[in-house]
């Protein structure tokens, strides 16, 4: 199951998604990697969906990601005495650690001394969203003072939000870790780290992690973005969470946000996932909106590697319809010759410093000087695939590795239809092996040419240093 589009697909499953025919009809409708949210949800129904996946994955003998997010540490503040209240503009509110004391009209507990660490007068704490906006004018160790400056609504458990502040707060709580090794017990594919504020997060959970799963970065924090290069570097794929980013910062800097981001990664060669509210209104509609339908086409556009759906197809009436609207929208907007343009302006012009950036742009003229069928990266530790992916060749690429896990990874990554495939031993044997694949899987036919990408040696990460041109003969 070739896909004609070079766009990712990630769908979210949930309760409108758990059975083996929804996830199949959501595979078939163009779902390439599959996210399991443990934010929602108990161990035991997201290992009945991983296991959907993995046989759905051996009948079609197609690799599929998966990708486990982990929940993030969600600030919180306690209960109220009567479930909520309603908070007047100029009314002031003190927010203490006192979590056994029900909150009222004039306090609430808030327990999480972390915030009050990090607080200065002046700092705007924001709840439910940014629905209510409170500012802080004294604070101690244990509480804080502070003036409504938008009223609203505010009821137990309501999220909070301190936008500009960096938290002395670990972005792996123990809920993540026990989260995690489970997770990396079943086998997935990709970690979503959410709450990302440092590099030193990143570090962190590559620590725990080992190798043994890709490291996404959720960038859902205005420090994040302060310190994007740095985390760019330290993960090995990104995903711009809107949704935090947008209640964090003024919404109006997000579309901008968003594209420096996507052109950061293609820079460093690293996939970038674009999520939160992209077919929102499919939540409850068969049809979104026109807005929504731009807002997919301008994250393809702007280059990103995969586009996600939330809510859409884990808890929405529709969820094969939003996976076969946003497949229809990328195929759509990558038919378009100004996308095709502007998507495969190369990157390693700017900053080429090793000999695989030299392959990269090597290959991305090639295929366009001589029309090839497809660029096939023999890749053992996904390297050589994602170095041509940067470049957004035109044509498709084949990732060929003998790892399985590293299969599954490059189902996020931009243009690269994955191939499980044995160890080579030479470069005339992985010439043979790339023809045969690229005419099974219905890519090329006889006489076509075909660029081969790889490193010598073989199987050594980092080394791609070998460009063959070949015809399938």
Same mark, same amino acid.
Request: proline share 5%; aromatic share 4%.
């Given at each position: 199951?070739?896909?004609?589009?070079?766009?990712?697909?990630?769908?979210?499953?949930?309760?409108?998604?758990?059975?083996?025919?929804?996830?199949?009809?959501?595979?078939?409708?163009?779902?390439?990697?599959?996210?399991?949210?443990?934010?929602?949800?108990?161990?035991? /129904?997201?290992?009945?969906?991983?296991?959907?996946?993995?046989?759905?994955?051996?009948?079609?003998?197609?690799?599929?990601?998966?990708?486990?997010?982990?929940?993030?540490?969600?600030?919180?503040?306690?209960?109220?005495?009567?479930?909520?209240?309603?908070?007047?503009?100029?009314?002031?509110?003190?927010?203490?650690?006192?979590?056994?004391?029900?909150?009222? =009209?004039?306090?609430?507990?808030?327990?999480?001394?972390?915030?009050?660490?990090?607080? !200065?007068?002046?700092?705007?704490?924001?709840?439910?969203?940014?629905?209510?906006?409170?500012?802080?004018?004294?604070?101690?160790?244990?509480?804080?003072?502070?003036?409504?400056?938008?009223?609203?609504?505010?009821?137990?458990?309501?999220?909070?939000?301190?936008?500009?502040?960096?938290?002395?707060? #670990?972005?792996?709580?123990?809920?993540?870790?026990? /989260?995690? /090794?489970?997770?990396?017990?079943?086998?997935?594919?990709?970690?979503?780290?959410?709450?990302? =504020?440092?590099?030193?997060?990143?570090?962190?959970?590559?620590?725990?992690?080992?190798?043994?799963?890709?490291?996404?970065?959720?960038?859902?924090?205005?420090?994040?973005?302060?310190?994007?290069?740095?985390?760019?570097?330290?993960?090995?794929?990104?995903?711009?969470?809107?949704?935090?980013?947008?209640?964090?910062?003024?919404?109006?800097?997000?579309?901008?946000?968003?594209?420096?981001?996507?052109?950061?990664?293609?820079?460093?060669?690293?996939?970038?996932?674009?999520?939160? =509210?992209?077919?929102?209104?499919?939540?409850?509609?068969?049809?979104?909106?026109?807005?929504?339908?731009?807002?997919?086409?301008?994250?393809? @556009?702007?280059?990103?590697?995969?586009?996600?759906?939330?809510?859409?197809?884990?808890?929405?009436?529709?969820?094969?319809?939003?996976?076969?609207?946003?497949?229809?929208?990328?195929?759509?907007?990558?038919?378009?010759?100004?996308?095709?343009?502007?998507?495969?302006?190369?990157?390693? /012009?700017? $900053?080429?410093?090793?000999?695989?950036?030299?392959?990269?742009?090597?290959?991305?003229? !090639?295929?366009?000087?001589?029309?090839?069928?497809?660029?096939?990266?023999?890749?053992?530790?996904? @390297?050589?695939?994602?170095?041509?992916?940067?470049?957004?060749?035109?044509?498709?690429?084949?990732?060929?590795?003998?790892?399985?896990?590293?299969?599954?990874?490059?189902?996020?990554?931009?243009?690269?239809?994955?191939?499980?495939?044995?160890?080579?031993?030479?470069?005339?044997?992985?010439?043979?092996?790339? $023809?045969?694949?690229?005419?099974?899987?219905?890519?090329?036919?006889? %006489?076509?040419?075909?660029?081969?990408?790889?490193?010598?040696?073989?199987?050594?990460? %980092?080394?791609?240093?070998?460009?063959?041109?070949?015809?399938? #003969?």
């Amino acid at each position: 199951m070739h896909r004609t589009r070079n766009a990712k697909i990630v769908a979210t499953l949930g309760p409108a998604s758990s059975d083996r025919e929804t996830i199949e009809a959501l595979f078939n409708a163009g779902v390439d990697v599959f996210r399991l949210n443990f934010s929602h949800g108990v161990h035991a /129904d997201h290992k009945a969906r991983l296991d959907i996946i993995r046989s759905i994955e051996r009948d079609r003998e197609r690799p599929i990601g998966i990708l486990l997010d982990l929940q993030g540490p969600k600030l919180r503040l306690g209960a109220f005495a009567e479930g909520a209240v309603t908070l007047q503009a100029g009314d002031l509110f003190r927010l203490d650690m006192d979590h056994e004391m029900l909150g009222d =009209q004039h306090r609430a507990p808030l327990a999480h001394p972390e915030i009050y660490a990090a607080l !200065v007068v002046g700092t705007d704490l924001l709840i439910d969203d940014g629905r209510v906006r409170l500012r802080v004018e004294s604070f101690g160790p244990e509480h804080a003072e502070t003036r409504v400056i938008i009223g609203g609504r505010v009821s137990d458990r309501k999220g909070v939000n301190v936008p500009g502040v960096v938290l002395p707060l #670990s972005a792996m709580t123990d809920k993540h870790r026990a /989260d995690l /090794d489970y997770g990396l017990s079943l086998g997935v594919d990709w970690v979503a780290l959410s709450f990302v =504020q440092r590099v030193e997060d990143i570090q962190e959970i590559k620590r725990i992690v080992r190798g043994r799963a890709g490291i996404v970065a959720k960038l859902e924090k205005p420090a994040a973005i302060d310190s994007l290069n740095e985390i760019v570097a330290a993960s090995d794929a990104l995903m711009v969470a809107r949704g935090d980013l947008g209640v964090e910062m003024p919404p109006e800097q997000v579309p901008a946000i968003q594209k420096r981001i996507v052109r950061a990664c293609r820079k460093a060669g690293k996939p970038v996932i674009v999520a939160t =509210q992209m077919l929102e209104s499919m939540i409850s509609a068969p049809v979104p909106t026109r807005a929504e339908a731009s807002d997919v086409a301008t994250a393809i @556009y702007d280059g990103a590697d995969a586009v996600m759906l939330s809510a859409e197809s884990a808890s929405g009436s529709y969820p094969h319809d939003a996976v076969r609207i946003m497949d229809s929208i990328i195929a759509q907007t990558e038919a378009d010759p100004h996308c095709r343009e502007t998507v495969a302006t190369g990157v390693s /012009d700017e $900053c080429a410093t090793l000999a695989s950036d030299g392959i990269g742009v090597a290959v991305r003229s !090639v295929a366009s000087a001589l029309k090839v069928a497809a660029v096939v990266a023999y890749t053992s530790s996904g @390297y050589s695939a994602l170095r041509m992916a940067r470049e957004r060749p035109y044509a498709p690429i084949v990732g060929m590795t003998p790892r399985a896990a590293i299969a599954r990874r490059l189902a996020l990554a931009w243009g690269i239809y994955p191939v499980l495939c044995h160890e080579v031993s030479d470069v005339v044997e992985m010439s043979e092996w790339a $023809c045969r694949t690229v005419c099974r899987e219905g890519i090329a036919q006889l %006489g076509d040419t075909v660029v081969i990408s790889a490193g010598i040696p073989f199987g050594t990460s %980092g080394t791609t240093n070998l460009l063959r041109i070949t015809e399938v #003969s």
